[in-house]
Every structure is written in C-alpha cells, then in structure tokens.
C-alpha cells in the first residue's frame, strides 16, 4: 500500500477474473471496491459489500496476504428477474500486506454493507520525533 496521489475515480462492479484465481465456492464472485487512506497510526480500508452480513464474511491473513471473502444471498429468490442492472455474488479480494502492518491488531467492522478494516502500523514503521541535546 502506498500513499502516492492518484486521481480517485468511480469503478464499475467487476467480476472476479478466472486468471484472479478460482473460487473454491459455487456462485458468481465480484471484487469489492475499496478506498484506502493512511493516518499516523494506521491504514484505514473501506470495502463496499452490498448484501453481506457478519455470519458470511470471512477474513484471515496468511503469509503476508491480507483474504476477504463474502457470500451474498439473492434476496428474491421466489421472483423471476426482467431487468437488471446489479448482478448478485459474492466477494473476494486479496491484499499484499507490506511489514509496516501488524497483522496481529488488525480489526474488522461491517456496517451498512461497507466494510471498515484498521490495519495498525508496526511500531518500527510509525515516525517518531528524535530529541535533540545540546553538547
């Protein structure tokens, strides 16, 4: 993760590419968008995640690699779609983490279909002041 300017700009919903890697799981799978930002302590990870509860997420880090995976349920499964404009999966996507993260104090909150992780900075990554003596 780096914290270069980059012109922010809106993406469409995309589904997960088989060159991305093959679910394991039955159904159609779609990669979250996400905004990251970067504080003093800490990088801040916002993923939209439309239909995802608690009980269906599921996120683990290994071997450096940060995993988010979500099952979504259709909600009208009784009804015949004529239209649509919004496909209905799950999510997946994967971050590389870089040693400035403790993977250990990473935390997780789901709210209104956006997703909040706190990826805290390792201490040997945070900026720190250096006292100056007169000699």
Avoid: W
Wanted: charged fraction near 35%; proline fraction near 4%; aromatic fraction near 6%.
């Amino acid at each position: 993760m780096t914290t270069e300017n980059k012109e922010i700009a809106v993406r469409d919903k995309e589904e997960l590419k088989k060159a991305e890697g093959e679910p394991t799981r039955a159904g159609t799978y779609y990669q979250p968008a996400v905004d990251i930002f970067e504080s003093k302590e800490s990088f801040i990870v916002l993923a939209d995640l439309p239909g995802a509860r608690q009980e269906n997420l599921d996120i683990d880090v290994r071997d450096g690699v940060l995993s988010l995976t979500a099952t979504v349920e259709e909600s009208h499964q009784n009804l015949r779609p004529v239209y649509r404009e919004y496909g209905v999966g799950g999510y997946m996507r994967r971050f590389t983490l870089s040693n400035k993260i403790d993977p250990s104090r990473i935390e997780a909150v789901l709210k209104d279909g956006v997703l909040t992780l706190t990826l805290p900075k390792a201490e040997a990554a945070k900026a720190r002041k250096i006292e100056v003596r007169a000699s």
